[in-house]
């Protein structure tokens, strides 16, 4: 898999001809940068590293390839694991600021009518198009497709797709029948709303209670909450009330 690009890589695409500039370029794609097709005035960040064309002005401009090389440390990426399976995650609209590389080997498959996601060992959540493309998606985004599945596996998810099995399963039990009479079509309302207090309250009273404890024992590995804080991405106030039960 090629994830840093070289001299050579650019001498090559400096001897793509001038009818061809506009459109060849280097690309990041699933397996690494490689060569590829590239759409007249289409931008040229995101999956582009640099095109034919540019290279050439830079090239006229005096500068040398490893100039370029220098310039743009952003095009070589790290990869992550020293797996044989690997993929390059990008962002949502296959944009990205800085590529990660994946061990696809050691990560768990989630599938179901037209879904496919990734779980990484280190609880990375990727959705899979039809091409083989991997893009990076929050718990949330993840939970949200998995939500709207109408059936799916659920032995072997990770707990925030299971809690939304769940949750699709306590919507359902609210639903009125298309014959409900008026008396049925009342008590489904009143339960509706009950429920929705229920959540509102005690079901995010404890949900909220789990993260504390979670993020305490997050604290107790790292032996200290900064780095905790850091690991969760969260205000130094927002721990402090997760950790003191608030």
């Known amino acids: 898999m090629q994830l840093v690009l070289t001299t050579a890589d650019l001498q090559q695409l ?48 005096g500068d040398t390839f490893t100039d370029l090389l220098a ?6 990426l790290a990869s992550t694991a020293d797996g044989r399976h690997l993929g390059v995650v990008t ?13 696809l080997a ?29 893009t990076d998606l929050g718990e949330l985004a993840a939970a949200q497709l998995v939500y709207r599945l109408p059936l ?19 919507v359902e039990a609210l639903g009125a029948p298309g014959d ?22 005690t079901v995010g009273a404890d949900v909220r209670a789990q993260r504390g404890i979670s993020a305490q024992r997050l604290v107790d590995h790292l032996g200290s909450q900064e780095a905790a804080r850091v690991r969760l991405g969260i205000a130094r106030s927002t721990l402090s009330e997760l950790l003191s039960g608030r």
Do not use: K
Not at 71 to 76: L, V, Y
Not at 112 to 131: A, F, K
Not at 180 to 196: D, H, N, Y
């Open 14 to 61: 400096a001897q793509t001809p001038a009818d061809r500039a506009a459109v060849t370029c280097l690309r990041l794609g699933r397996r690494g940068w490689a060569f590829g097709r590239r759409e007249p005035n289409s931008r040229r960040d995101g999956l582009v590293a640099i095109d034919a064309e540019a290279l050439h002005e830079r090239l006229a401009a």
């Open 91 to 103: 962002g949502p609209h296959q944009m990205w600021q800085q590529a990660l590389v994946v061990d």
């Open 71 to 76: 310039a743009n440390d952003s095009w070589s």
């Open 180 to 201: 409900a009479g008026p008396e049925q079509a009342r008590a489904g309302a009143r339960a509706a709303a009950a429920v929705t207090e229920l959540l509102r309250h």
């Open 106 to 134: 050691g990560a768990q498959r989630v599938t179901g009518p037209g879904l496919e996601l990734i779980v990484t060992r280190c609880g990375r959540y990727l959705s899979v198009d039809r091409s083989g493309e991997l």
């Open 152 to 170: 799916m596996r659920e032995d072997t998810l990770p707990p925030v797709l299971l809690a939304a099995r769940h949750a699709r399963r306590l």
